[in-house]
């Protein structure tokens, strides 16, 4: 059997944290669009017999109806390919979601809060959904395979050996239980990160997000295109990058800089590939106040969409003492102390020696 694995689509998400230049948001959202279309046309290319979704296809919060209705066109392309998602935490199957309300194409499974097994003449499919916004408890400990002899597939939205209270609010489960339990491939989201290669005979994979969310998802991001054989149960699995655009940090130190045009001039004469968008983090000491709203209206440089601020001011201590100010008393009993604990360092020095 051939599959692909993706998760963590997030259709439709906001991305109101991104960036503070404009527009950023809709090109986010359009690159998710094409990104699923590859997925599609992969699959269409592949003649791929499964594909999974594990969980947040989309925002439940923001996702539209035109959304639902491309996402299911698309399925329609690809009749002879077996659909099956597992909602998430950000889409989960409630009364008013759209799992719920809309009618799907004929391909396409949905699993609900109850494990779930769809049989086939060689494979079983089980799968799991959240009905709500967070899961404690998705009833795995009772699961049992009910026939060994076929491929078995477990499709879930999981934080696996999730230890803090947060995490075990998105249906901690610990790796071991689910070793025990002895599926072929464990098809799961909700960790945006890629892992599917950091262990010896990995059955329980991660494919990350489809595409990077924000600059905490550093790096490629795409799905996972895997074989199972149906006699030995061979698995072989595969990371396809797809994202248009990866998400990078660049430090810039403006210690040397003079002026605010300096800095502007630095910032946009950044060698960024066309593929690349650049948070960039400025750092150091500044001989200038830095207001980065202000540094935004004139950057020509399309591929830095975010400024982070982390300089420190530069100080003359000297010079500000001369100054007849609350400000140059404050300056002139620092330097005080200074002096102070220096005479003292060669007093204490000189009596050791």
């Not at 329980?204 to 998802?217: A, K, N, Q, R, T």
Request: net charge negative; with cysteine; proline share 2%.
């Amino acid at each position: 059997m051939k599959f692909v694995h993706i998760a963590d689509i997030h259709f439709d998400s906001p991305f109101v944290n991104l960036s503070d230049r404009e527009n950023l948001g809709d090109i986010k959202r359009l690159e998710q669009r094409k990104v699923f279309k590859k997925v599609i046309e992969y699959i269409k290319e592949n003649q791929v017999d499964f594909l999974f979704i594990a969980g947040d296809l989309y925002e439940h919060q923001y996702i539209r109806k035109s959304t639902i209705e491309y996402i299911n066109e698309l399925f329609k392309e690809i009749p002879d390919t077996k659909i099956y998602i597992s909602p998430g935490n950000h889409d989960p199957y409630i009364k008013n979601s759209y799992y719920n309300q809309f009618h799907w194409n004929d391909n396409v499974h949905i699993f609900s809060s109850k494990i779930e097994k769809v049989a086939s003449e060689n494979f079983d499919i089980y799968g799991f959904g959240f009905d709500d916004f967070y899961c404690t408890d998705c009833g795995i400990q009772n699961l049992e395979i009910e026939d060994k002899t076929k491929t078995n597939i477990l499709l879930i939205h999981s934080t696996i050996d999730g230890a803090n209270l947060e995490e075990k609010q998105y249906n901690s489960i610990p790796k071991r239980v689910i070793e025990e339990k002895g599926f072929d491939y464990v098809a799961t989201g909700h960790i945006h990160k890629l892992d599917y290669h950091t262990y010896e005979n990995q059955k329980i994979v991660y494919p990350g997000s489809l595409i990077s969310l924000g600059f905490d998802e550093l790096g490629k991001h795409g799905m996972i295109v895997g074989e199972l054989e149906e006699e030995n149960k061979t698995l072989k699995t595969e990371f396809i990058p797809l994202s248009e655009n990866d998400f990078e940090e660049m430090e810039l130190d403006v210690t040397e800089f003079i002026s605010k045009d300096e800095l502007i001039e630095k910032i946009n004469d950044l060698n960024i590939p066309d593929n690349v968008l650049i948070k960039v983090i400025l750092m150091g000491k500044r001989n200038f106040e830095i207001d980065k709203y202000e540094l935004y209206k004139l950057l020509t440089n399309e591929r830095i969409i975010k400024i982070k601020d982390h300089t420190k001011i530069q100080y003359n201590l000297e010079e500000i003492a001369n100054n007849h100010t609350l400000k140059g008393l404050f300056a002139k009993e620092i330097l005080k102390e200074k002096e102070n604990a220096r005479t003292k360092g060669i007093r204490n020095y000189r009596k050791s020696s």
